[in-house]
């Protein structure tokens, strides 16, 4: 099983011997170092292997009849024992037919050694190959637009009278006539609002809300008036509120907290039923999720488990009597319709209609179950499903668009079903929620410093650099640039300015339960460490590209975010993508890209084929791709031929030849290697554990809960500096990079913010210089992310993205992380505050470690259970 940072001088691997008579299944060699790639002389007498010997790949023999064993070579290439060695721990060698020489691969030859005198000779040889490759996908994105048109319409609900809608929308609740009204807010409350009900009378509103200092709330909303009351007498999480059929009682989950919004008022934990008009609740079930009333609110229909799988449950109002309607392996929601005779579901992204069937057995909840009449109705894909008050319509967006289907459509045995069944919608009603983008006012001047442009290598010292709202007019030295009298003045003599840092392989981390934080500790970290734009290549797809769209708004702070929303798996699970056709490939990628997406993530796809299809949809669609790596060299290799945006994560293998650089320089495949969890040995993460005192860096403790740093770093391992692979990985880095190919910076999410300098630095290890370092870190990222003529270098024109530090990092690549402001899009930040300075002065809002008594310890991500789409545990 695929483990980072397998220790090899331990057992990972050993040879065992099957007998094909008996089945006795025997160890041959397990042994310290481990045993790999056997291979027995022609005479039956020996075994050669490979094992570990301290930092050394040897080649073994072992005397078969004694077990002796002893060493021919240690000269070998790095084995693969410590990754994902799929296709092999190390190339295949071969004896002669006469038993006296071994022909093996090792540094780049192919050699042989006599078990005589144990001397090694070159055996040459020559190939010439010539190889087909596509165009890398590479597409220019807009970076800054004054408008934001608002792609990730979230919870969306009809009114019982078919003329409104309500939904969620860059943390905040809004409506809109159908079909063409303009969409306003509902209320004008300050904490975020989410999960909108409507009553059966479309008066009211229910819905949760979220504020970092208050905690959570269930409230009610006149829907023309605005009137609003709480339902809940105590702080809390609170999800899922649903109104009776009757209107008069509310049911709602109660659930504990995460690392992103804290964890205090997270006890008491349940589904709980309180008065529409308020007071004290009652709780009807200590587990469940997504809870609503049946339809004479007798009973209450919930999400569980049974038999492990998904399960479509209902209880009565005192929590027993509990029955299992349906299960599913891949089903993700579940929705019956008011009058009992329908349930609409999500599998694998679709929505599917069927007749809601009791039998007093719980029955299988599938796209591929024949036993029932079943429909899909979405062409792509369909989410946040509900029905028509009269369940004769399923509803339901697919980002801003609102589509409905009626049930006579969709079966031709229903009453009123025309003669032929109309297709499927491709194109619904547009939300068309339009937002203003945050951008700061007036003029800034940075004065004084030395300025890394990223123009080639241009050094300006004692330069300014001049801002008008969020771009830069002016950059030069000092005295060419000239600073108007109504201009702010920074004083940043002495200290050096570079363009902020791009991470194209970020993982942020998302709450996972729904609700965003008004102010997200993993956000700030990154923006307070100079990381100004993020992309995060494996995430939930509502909740990231809402809160990218918060971000633009101005209504979170933190770098520009960008994902590919969640990934394109191809192995098993509810989020699985199977793709066996264009068609299948084209689908996946529009519904990525109604949400926001320029880019996908394709992961594990196993089949070459089944990758091309998702280059082509992507080429057709004018979006990037960019591939797990997945620690496998062939398919890495096939992927750069592919014309791939680029490789995700480290190739395996270490050192490289003029076959991988020659042939990788000649197409426009870009490499993100992310040292920081390199493959083919221990990680470059560890290193930082081991050499620096994580546990004392203050703007780290400032950004990131103490529990997360005190767990990873105060009780350390060590290692030797060369049993740390990822500094041969990152020579093997430099190789690529000087033949051509664009290296770009990815942190992976593993310390959010401080990452980013760490790979950085460990750049510097693998031979480049603390410029082509920076570079990678800032223009090649943009330029990755089609980017570049907006953000990435410090010119006349470009977006307002910088990183101020104390000292020169081009002397120490280390002074990087001594950082006194950041700008993002203009907006200037002291670093180890988060306060904003420049144009305006204002205090941030606190994170809720700082507002929380006691330092609590974080749960898992996988713990919580409320996504529409499950996000998968894949980076």
């Not at 090899?8 to 060699?29: F, H, S």
């Not at 008022?265 to 609503?292: D, H, M, R």
């Not at 801003?400 to 045995?413: A, I, L």
């Not at 990152?730 to 992976?748: E, F, M, P, R, Y």
């Amino acid at each position: 099983n695929f483990e980072y940072s397998k220790d090899p001088n331990g057992l990972i691997y050993a040879i065992r011997q099957l007998d094909l008579t008996t089945g006795k299944l025997t160890n041959l060699i397990a042994e310290q170092g481990g045993a790999a790639r056997p291979q027995i002389s022609p005479d039956g007498k020996l075994m050669a292997f490979v094992k570990r010997v301290r930092l050394k790949s040897a080649l073994y023999i072992q005397n078969i009849k004694t077990g002796e064993e002893w060493p021919l070579t240690e000269d070998l290439t790095h084995d693969q024992q410590e990754t994902w060695a799929v296709f092999g721990v190390y190339p295949n060698f071969a004896w002669t037919p006469d038993s006296k020489k071994i022909v093996f691969y090792a540094k780049g030859k192919i050699k042989q050694i006599d078990l005589n005198n144990l001397a090694v000779t070159d055996i040459p040889f020559e190939v010439n190959s010539q190889q087909t490759i596509q165009e890398a996908l590479h597409f220019e994105q807009k970076v800054f637009s004054p408008e934001i048109n608002v792609k990730m319409i979230r919870q969306l609900v009809t009114s019982p009278d078919g003329k409104l809608v309500v939904f969620n929308a860059a943390g905040y609740l809004y409506k809109k006539e159908l079909p063409n009204g303009v969409p306003e807010r509902l209320t004008n409350g300050l904490d975020f609002e989410f999960e909108p009900k409507f009553s059966p009378d479309g008066k009211f509103i229910v819905y949760t809300t979220w504020s970092d200092e208050f905690k959570g709330a269930i409230k009610k909303t006149d829907v023309k008036t605005g009137k609003t009351i709480s339902l809940t007498d105590e702080k809390g999480f609170y999800y899922s509120p649903s109104f009776s059929n009757k209107g008069d009682k509310v049911v709602f989950r109660k659930g504990g907290g995460n690392e992103t919004l804290g964890l205090t008022y997270g006890k008491n934990t349940g589904i709980f039923i309180v008065s529409s008009n308020g007071g004290a609740k009652t709780l009807i079930s200590e587990s469940g999720i997504k809870p609503i009333f049946n339809i004479d609110d007798t009973r209450i229909y919930f999400q569980g488990y049974d038999a492990g799988k998904k399960a479509f449950k209902s209880m009565d109002l005192n929590g027993g009597n509990e029955r299992t309607h349906y299960t599913s392996q891949y089903a993700n929601q579940f929705v019956p319709s008011q009058d009992g005779k329908w349930m609409a579901f999500t599998e694998l992204f679709n929505a599917y209609i069927t007749p809601m069937v009791t039998t007093g057995i719980p029955m299988d909840l599938s796209a591929s179950n024949k036993a029932i009449p079943l429909a899909r109705v979405t062409k792509d894909a369909g989410t946040y499903l509900h029905w028509s008050a009269d369940s004769k319509k399923l509803l339901w967006t697919l980002g801003e668009q609102y589509y409905n289907r009626e049930v006579k459509n969709t079966f031709n045995f229903v009453e009123g079903a025309p003669t032929v069944l109309p297709e499927i919608d491709t194109v619904g009603i547009a939300i068309g929620l339009k937002l203003k983008a945050d951008a700061p006012t007036g003029l800034l001047a940075l004065k004084g410093a030395r300025i890394i442009t990223m123009k080639g290598d241009e050094v300006i010292e004692e330069g300014t650099i001049l801002l008008e709202n969020n771009k830069i007019i002016a950059v030069g030295k000092t005295a060419d640039v000239i600073v108007p009298a109504d201009a702010k003045v920074v004083d940043v003599n002495g200290k050096t300015i570079m363009p902020g840092i791009v991470d194209v392989h970020a993982h942020l981390r998302t709450s996972p339960d729904g609700i965003s934080p008004q102010q997200d500790w993993s956000y700030l970290a990154n923006l307070s460490f100079g990381v100004t734009t993020s992309h995060d290549p494996s995430s939930n797809t509502e909740m990231v590209f809402s809160q990218s769209e918060m971000l633009k708004a101005g209504r979170m702070i933190g770098p520009r975010l960008y994902s590919t929303g969640s990934i394109l798996y191809g192995a098993d699970g509810d989020f699985k993508v199977v793709i066996n056709s264009l068609d299948d490939a084209l689908s996946h990628l529009k519904r990525l890209k109604a949400v926001g997406a320029f880019s996908v993530k394709s992961y594990n796809q196993p089949r070459r084929d089944q990758r091309q299809q998702i280059l082509e949809a992507a080429r057709q669609l004018k979006m990037e791709v960019v591939p797990e790596g997945g620690s496998t060299f062939f398919h890495n290799m096939n992927m750069v031929a592919d014309g791939h945006t680029g490789i995700e994560h480290s190739i395996p293998v270490a050192p490289v030849y003029k076959d991988v650089v020659n042939f990788w320089s000649n197409t426009k495949v870009a490499y993100t290697p992310t040292l920081i969890v390199a493959y083919g040995g221990q990680w470059g993460e560890n290193y930082w554990y081991d050499r620096t005192n994580v546990w004392e860096n203050e703007r780290l403790l400032n950004f990131t809960p103490r529990s997360i740093i005190d767990s990873r770093s105060r009780r350390r391992t060590t290692s030797e500096y060369g049993d740390y692979g990822h500094i041969e990985v990152a020579k093997a880095v430099k190789q690529i990079s000087d033949a051509g190919t664009k290296v770009n910076l990815g942190a992976h999410g593993q310390i959010q913010g401080l990452g980013a300098h760490w790979e950085l630095w460990m750049f510097v290890q693998g031979g480049a210089t603390p410029l082509q370092a920076i570079r990678n870190a800032t223009l090649n990222g943009a330029s990755y992310l089609g980017m570049d003529k907006e953000i990435g270098s410090l010119e006349v024109g470009k977006l307002g993205d910088l990183v101020i530090m104390d000292s020169n990092p081009l002397d120490d690549i280390r002074n990087s992380e001594k950082i006194k402001y950041v700008m993002v899009n203009g907006r200037l930040y002291d670093s180890m505050t988060m306060n904003e300075t420049g144009t305006r002065e204002k205090v941030r809002s606190k994170l809720w470690f700082e507002l929380d008594k006691g330092v609590a310890f974080s749960i898992p991500y996988k713990l919580s259970e409320t996504w529409t789409f499950t996000i998968p545990n894949c980076d």
